[in-house]
């Protein structure tokens, strides 16, 4: 029987594990800090089993990682070198839907060394927008083509019919990890010349995007794009951009947020207020008899009648509401906050937009290529987001034990043994792009 490590039991591995539960001579040990929650997702398998687990606790780990023939990380990005320095030493395979660090891609040679396979970036963003990107990248060039421009942009959004609080957002994963790429510097390539903003500035760069049969929506850069023109081999592209999308509202409102310092990482100094009130009053230096939202207009510079104010007071930054008392900076004060004002119910519908854009040069013709994914998540059962980021990974667990993929080393899906199968099954499940072609 293969041994199946799954380390986290996050708002996104239920998926995976059910999925690999399904699998013939597959046990699947789940290790986590809370075992209810494991409990819950193995809902009494008997090929499943859940393990308490405090992730510096390093002897435990290294037991389960060498028991098993292949571990899937679910954990805390900075997490995942440490369980890949394990794999290696074990000589056992890894799975992650995280983006590979300079860390782990260090690795790559020891990994070769330990006959091991470590694949990264196989979720959906990084993941299947990777894989469905270099289907039609490699389509292009077979039939005698060349990209010369690339534009990919996904969102994980909630359905049009879920849109109904003014920020337009209701997180169907760890709002921790949202907040936080909203900090992130940017960096594409348009037009042959390189684009690049610091993250204090990334919401002033946006552009509004209509998505034909899906909705208009904010387009604001993600990360840094210009990679890509290597790790997709795009050597004739001239613009090279990935990018996220938002409802509208949403970059000008957290533009403003960073702005007010809501998502700092440190102890305010100084700070003795107890209330979300308190501390915005803090932050934009108002006296305690000054009016709260006039001094926050005030010092973001805007009207006191603006939609940013009323999405900030909405959302209760403004308020008497008391800070939790088991968190000690801004941005987890508001990761407390977004959590209990912006969640996804559960008889509601999250919905996944991922939208490709290539202009493809031949010797006779240029075509304007479009492939986009609309997936949406089933009421009182999986959201979109857990299903297509932990999808892909599982179905790259199976045919790694099965000995479908044979690669060692630091790897990310982006050839065609990987994406292949893993696209037609996403298929088959009714996880699928529309594909569209127009002669320039």
Known sequence: MKKILVLGAGMVSRPLVRYLLDQPDCFVTMASRTVSKVEKILNGHPDGTAIPLNVTDDNLLEKLIS?????????PYPFHVKVAKLCIKHKKH???TSYVSNEMNELDKKAKDADILILNECGLDPGIDHMSAMKIIHKVKNNGGKIVSFKSTTGALPSHEANNNPFGYKFSWAPRGVLLASKNASEWLQDGKKVSYPGEQLFENYTMQDVPGIGS???????????????YDLKDAHTVYRGTFRMTGWCETMRKIVALGWLGEEPIKNFSGKTYGDLTRHLVGAGQK???VKATAKFLDIETY???IKRLEWLGLFSDKELPKDRDNPLDYLNVLTLSKMSLDKNERDMIVMHHEFIAEYPSKKEYITSTLLDYGIPDDDSSIARTVSLPAAMAVKMILNGEICLTGVH????PGIYNPILDE???IGIKFDEKIEIL
């Open 67 to 75: 028991e098993s023939d292949l571990s899937v990380s679910f954990l």
């Open 94 to 96: 890894l799975v992650t």
């Open 217 to 231: 929506f904010e387009n604001y850069p993600n990360r840094n794009s210009t990679p890509y023109k290597n790790i």
């Open 290 to 292: 000054d009016d709260i």
């Open 306 to 308: 603006s939609t940013v």
């Open 412 to 415: 990310i899906p982006v050839t």
């Open 426 to 428: 996403l298929e088959d």
